[in-house]
T-cell receptor, first 116, second 114 residues
Framework: DVKVTQSSRYLVKRTGEKVFLECVQD?????MFWYRQDPGLGLRLIYF???????EKGDIPEGYSVSREKKERFSLILESASTNQTSMYLC???????????????FGEGSRLTVL | AQKVTQAQTEISVVEKEDVTLDCVYE???????LFWYKQPPSGELVFLIR??????QNEISGRYSWNFQKSTSSFNFTITASQVVDSAVYFC???????????FGTGTSLTVIP
C-alpha cells in the first residue's frame, strides 16, 4: 500500500523553538509538497520540491524552509516558531506530469502543530 | 490567475438525501486538471477523482457523480443517498499542466445527520 508518512501527528512547541516536520514517501515520487491547512483558508502551499535538492517557494514560504536530501524525504523547518504558525501541516507527493498519472496527490495524515 | 472557489462552507443533510457540492474555477490555461479530495475526521486527504480539461464527460462512481462544465467553469460533485460515512470536508482543486502547482478551494464541510 502506497504511503506518505509524517513523523509526528501532534506537536507542542514554544515560541522561538526550531521545529522539524519530517515526511517520507515510499512511492518513488519526484514531487513533494508541504501545505498548511487553516479553517476557512483551505490548503495553502508553503514549498514544493520536484527533485532531490530542488525546492520552489509556494504561496506562503515566509518563516519556513525545507530540505530534500533524499528523494523519499522532504522536511519542513520552522527556524523560530511563532504562534501564528499554529496550524495543521500536510505533506503530499506525486508523480511528475505529463502522463496518465498526472496530478494525483497522495497525502500524509497531517501534523498538528501548536506553538505556545 | 488560478483560483478555485467553493462557496458552500458547511452543509448539513439528513441521511439518504442527495447533496451537491459546488466548485467553480478560474484558469488561463487551456490544459488543466480538476480534482476532488475527501478529508474525513482522521485528517488524511483521500483522492476521489481527476478530470482533464479535454474530457467533459460526466462520471459516476457508485453514489458519487461529477458534473464538469467548461462553459460555466464548474466541476460539481453530487452524493446520492448520503450516508453518515460521507461526513467529511471535501476539497476541489485545480492543477496546471506541469503538475507542480495545485490550487485548492477552501473546502466544504459536509455533515450527514442520521
Amino acid at each position: 500500500d502506497v504511503k506518505v508518512t509524517q513523523s509526528s501527528r501532534y506537536l507542542v512547541k514554544r515560541t522561538g523553538e526550531k521545529v522539524f516536520l519530517e515526511c517520507v514517501q515510499d512511492m518513488d515520487h519526484e514531487n513533494m509538497f508541504w501545505y498548511r491547512q487553516d479553517p476557512g483558508l483551505g490548503l495553502r502551499l508553503i514549498y514544493f520540491s520536484y527533485d532531490v535538492k530542488m525546492k520552489e517557494k509556494g504561496d506562503i514560504p515566509e518563516g519556513y524552509s525545507v530540505s530534500r536530501e533524499k528523494k523519499e524525504r522532504f522536511s519542513l523547518i520552522l527556524e523560530s516558531a511563532s504562534t501564528n504558525q499554529t496550524s495543521m501541516y500536510l505533506c503530499a507527493s506525486s508523480l511528475p506530469s505529463p502522463g496518465a498519472n498526472t496530478g494525483e496527490l497522495f497525502f500524509g495524515e497531517g501534523s498538528r502543530l501548536t506553538v505556545l | 490567475a488560478q483560483k478555485v472557489t467553493q462557496a458552500q462552507t458547511e452543509i448539513s443533510v439528513v441521511e439518504k438525501e442527495d447533496v451537491t457540492l459546488d466548485c467553480v474555477y478560474e484558469t488561463r490555461d487551456t490544459t488543466y486538471y480538476l480534482f476532488w479530495y475527501k478529508q474525513p475526521p482522521s485528517g488524511e486527504l483521500v483522492f476521489l477523482i481527476r478530470r482533464n480539461s479535454f474530457d467533459e464527460q460526466n462520471e459516476i462512481s457508485g453514489r458519487y457523480s461529477w458534473n464538469f462544465q467548461k462553459s460555466t467553469s464548474s466541476f460539481n460533485f453530487t452524493i446520492t443517498a448520503s450516508q453518515v460515512v460521507d461526513s467529511a470536508v471535501y476539497f476541489c482543486a485545480l492543477s496546471e499542466p506541469t503538475g507542480n502547482q495545485f490550487y485548492f478551494g477552501t473546502g466544504t464541510s459536509l455533515t450527514v445527520i442520521p
